[in-house]
């Protein structure tokens, strides 16, 4: 049973261009969490989706980022005129639907460089 | 005020010590994670906790709901454990959004 994947592992984008980061959860998983650790920082909740619906989004900036996890396929991050300030690792984690354990999975992450 | 405190913020240990790192929070949660990050790594879930103490191999974590407090040791300390340790609480609704702690820098010398 493959765990979390996500890719790219490494990023780069120069400001003004979009970046997408993809997350394939865990075989039998329909939660997602997207977080982001920021260069010497903690880490911080940005989004929470199940299948095609986004469950919790308070922690997502207002312009430029958006989330979806599709009936069919990864769930995506993506964001718009990327800025420098947009560099960090952004970290997904998967978990099984609710009513059982629901211990959340990590993925790698995807390093975000904004030349 | 960060809602989860971790202390301490940075510790060094020489190897084969006992060290126990900190964990409190501020209102009352579903569960609390304890996770592990490599420099530059991924991130592992080493524990997840509502109550009662876990072990696993030189791991112990333990949670007193009351007092709202968690800690994690580690026995026989070696180098290999050197990493961030990550406490993170998951209050109870329809959301499951982790709240984590800054992390606590552990290096552990041979």
């Known amino acids: 049973n493959a765990g979390v994947m996500q890719n790219p592992r490494h990023l780069v984008r120069r400001r003004g261009q979009e970046a997408r980061l993809r997350c394939s959860p865990m075989?039998?998983?329909?939660?997602v969490y997207w977080y982001r650790q920021l260069p010497e920082e903690g880490l911080k909740f940005m989004v929470y989706?199940?299948?095609?619906?986004?469950?919790?989004e308070s922690g997502m900036p207002k312009e430029r980022f958006s989330a979806e996890f599709p009936k069919e396929g990864p769930s995506i991050l993506r964001i718009q005129q990327v800025v420098r300030g947009d560099s960090a690792a952004y970290f997904c984690a998967s978990s099984p639907p609710r009513g059982t354990v629901n211990e959340q999975f990590f993925g790698p992450g995807t390093r975000l460089t904004v030349l | 005020k960060n809602e989860v405190e971790q202390s301490p913020q940075n510790l060094t240990a020489q190897e084969g010590e006992f060290i126990t790192i900190n964990c409190s929070y501020s209102v009352g949660i579903s569960a609390l994670h304890w996770l592990q990050q490599h420099p530059g790594g991924g991130i592992v879930s080493l524990f997840m906790l509502s109550s009662g103490k876990k072990k696993h191999g030189r791991l112990i974590a333990t949670i007193n709901i009351q007092e709202k407090h968690s800690s994690l040791h580690i026995t026989a300390s070696h180098p290999r454990d050197s990493a961030v340790y990550i406490c993170?609480?998951?209050?109870?609704?329809?959301?499951?959004?982790?709240?984590f702690g800054t992390g606590t820098l552990l290096a552990v010398q041979p």
């Open positions: 075989k039998g998983h329909s939660h």
């Open positions: 993170a609480v998951r209050y109870g609704g329809a959301t499951n959004k982790l709240i």
């Open positions: 989706l199940q299948k095609e619906n986004i469950i919790d």
